[in-house]
């Protein structure tokens, strides 16, 4: 054989990259160009339309940010090699359970609140443990959980209260101490500053005369970006993070170096539980009341928007940024098109547009990554 | 020599109604490469998993350097020193090489009182660790999907020697290889050998046997038909007894008795 030996600095079948490739070859890039086209497209049609005015942003960050909530617990799972299909019926449960506890019971809407997220991060672990013991496929698992839970949903509040909408959770939550962790806003005081400066529109009749339209930040988007560094932290930086990976890679190969994989599924569908009442309480609080089709074909949409963000559905592979950016766009192009003045099925359309070329980039890219043929 | 590091006698090993193993004995020193062979069903495979902690044997003892050993479960036998590199288990394709060499084993790093994955030291020893090993990668961070298959059993290998493996047992490392990537296995496996590190070789090919063994056993159908030292025995030999003890009378000879 004439091939020589490579030196121990380069070898020369190694192709050398360019740190731009390098740069722009990541499972993000999908979901960044996405982004890009989304918003160019939204500033060419729809630019004075108040889109981008400051109700017209906090319009669809706020529906971003929801998106975003459910799709940070969604990614991470995914990541692990599991789905939850359970995520719509338990924003729905999660919801009903803060209704009944704190209306038709009576009880302080912090200890219902309470009550809902150990509930539901309870059903969540059930959910994982079907999963891990059974090795039953979590798509199956997860399937039946959502009619269980959407069954209760509409349940409980006709057995109580004899119809499907429990209302007045606001004024019950009034002076509740853990309420405005999710109902409230923040930088009310630099809202009401801008207002005051002439930097953004105030109000100029009506109750509210001289108050700024856009109050404050609510606690959704802070929810919202808190999970979204927290879920990319945890995935990237951390000890768990790489059990993550590994228990979607390949459980079987995980388990022979000793990585607890059970653990590790069961913690992830508890977090997306956790997510998904995250969601729950926000609305509840933001509409002041629970609806038993809360939450519907909430799953599919955190789905869709961990996969426009770079995710294999297979798991291990993903980015939690990605799906953050794949919430942006869900979020911005379900608005936009009514800020754009067009038809609002045609929503369903460019998003299944975007979802098939953001799915094809992402293949290709992974490809290229992971060297998969 | 000194007393073998791992000794395993009159390993029984039953599923129901099925005996994998019939009364297997067998023994590796440290710095030595013990090569297992077998054809299909013969048990390797069964008798390498009661070594390495996944099956408890149904009967029959376990020394680990001198002293009776029970393995509940497979982090037990790694916490011991006894690593195991699987043919096809070894690697997750879609992460890292560096990710990979360090699963279940993270560093960590205290930033800010939070324990953080340390991806500087993972990738520096990554890349030492391979290129100690004969591999170029152009970065700690290249999927292993990306590498060939003699490489990603040399990122196994080099894996579990950096964990302070006493004892590696390699299941097939070089079945489904090329020649020149099972030439590379293959020394990489002399190079283990010679930092004084126990080998269980397990394989069906005699010629990878016979390149880097000191011992070899066979096992068929249960059993051992016996324990051979380099240069007692010829390739042929070998073929015949895995290929199911034809000729085992004038192969007893051959073997000094120990069937």
Not at chain 2, 162 to 177: C, M, N, Q, R, Y
Request: hydrophobic content about 50%; proline content about 3%; aromatic content about 10%.
């Amino acid at each position: 054989m004439s091939e020589s030996i490579p030196s121990n600095d380069s070898d020369e079948r190694i192709k050398s990259m360019s740190t731009w490739r390098k740069a722009l070859i990541r499972p993000e890039l999908g979901g960044i160009c996405g982004t890009l086209l989304v918003f160019t497209f939204f500033l060419l049609t729809a630019f004075d339309s108040g889109m981008f005015g400051p109700a017209g942003v906090l319009n669809w960050s706020v529906v971003s940010a929801q998106f975003m909530i459910i799709a940070v617990g969604a990614c991470l799972l995914m990541i692990a090699g599991e789905f939850d299909l359970s995520v719509g019926s338990m924003i729905g449960f999660a919801g009903m359970i803060i209704a009944i506890f704190s209306i038709t019971l009576g009880w302080p809407v912090w200890l219902a609140i309470i009550l809902a997220f150990v509930i539901c991060v309870s059903c969540g672990a059930l959910n994982g443990f079907i999963v891990v013991r059974t090795g039953l496929p979590s798509f199956i698992v997860t399937l039946a959980f959502l009619f269980i839970l959407r069954g209760f949903t509409i349940f409980f509040p006709q057995t109580f209260e004899r119809k499907t909408i429990i209302g007045g959770i606001r004024d019950a939550a009034e002076g509740d101490w853990l309420a405005p962790f999710f109902g409230g806003k923040i930088l009310t005081g630099f809202f009401q500053w801008l207002g005051e400066a002439g930097l953004i529109e105030v109000f100029v009749r009506g109750s509210r005369k001289g108050q700024p339209i856009v109050e404050g930040v609510p606690m959704l988007i802070v929810w919202a970006l808190a999970l979204v560094i927290f879920g990319h932290f945890l995935l990237t930086r951390t000890r768990f993070g790489n059990w993550i990976f590994a228990a979607g890679g390949d459980a079987q190969a995980a388990r022979y170096v000793g990585v607890p994989v059970n653990r590790v599924k069961i913690l992830m569908f508890m977090f997306t539980a956790f997510c998904a009442t995250v969601f729950a309480t926000c609305q509840v609080m933001e509409f002041g009341s629970a609806g038993a089709d809360r939450g519907l074909l909430k799953e599919f949409e955190a789905i869709i928007a961990v996969v426009i963000g770079g995710a294999l559905l297979t798991g291990g592979y993903g980015s939690v940024i990605g799906a953050a950016l794949g919430a942006l766009i869900f979020g911005v192009v379900q608005q936009g098109l009514f800020f754009a003045g067009v038809e609002s099925s045609l929503f369903r359309v460019f998003l299944g547009l975007i979802l098939l070329m953001a799915v094809i980039l992402n293949t290709y890219i992974r490809r290229l990554i992971t060297g998969e043929r | 020599m000194s007393d073998p590091i791992i000794k395993m006698v009159d390993i029984e090993k039953h599923f129901g109604s099925v005996i994998a193993l019939a009364g297997v004995s067998f023994d590796v020193n440290a710095g030595e490469c013990h090569c297992l062979l077998g054809d299909n069903g013969a048990g390797k495979s069964t008798f390498i998993k009661t070594m390495s902690g996944v099956h408890e044997p149904s009967a029959g003892q376990i020394f680990f350097e001198g002293n009776p050993m029970h393995f509940a479960d497979p982090r037990d036998a790694i916490t011991a020193g006894i690593a195991t590199v699987y043919q096809d288990l070894a690697m997750i394709p879609l992460m890292s090489v560096s990710r990979n060499f360090f699963m279940g084993n993270e560093p960590i790093r205290k930033f800010m009182g939070l324990p953080l994955y340390d991806h500087e030291y993972a990738e520096r020893v990554t890349l030492e660790k391979m290129r100690s090993m004969g591999i170029n990668l152009r970065g700690a961070d290249q999927a292993v999907g990306t590498l060939s298959g003699g490489e990603r059993q040399t990122v196994a290998i080099a894996r579990a020697v950096h964990f302070g493996a006493k004892v590696l047992i390699l299941d097939e490392p070089t079945s489904a290889l090329g020649v020149r990537q099972t030439a590379n296995v293959l020394a990489t496996v002399d190079k283990v050998r010679k930092s004084g590190i126990a080998v269980v070789f397990i394989t069906h090919n005699v010629r990878h046997a016979l390149a880097v063994g000191d011992r070899f056993t066979v096992l068929n159908r249960g059993k051992t038909l016996g324990t051979a030292k380099r240069g007692e025995i010829s390739p042929e030999e070998l073929q015949d007894l895995m290929a199911g003890g034809m000729e085992m009378a004038t192969l007893e000879g051959s073997l000094g008795g120990t069937v």
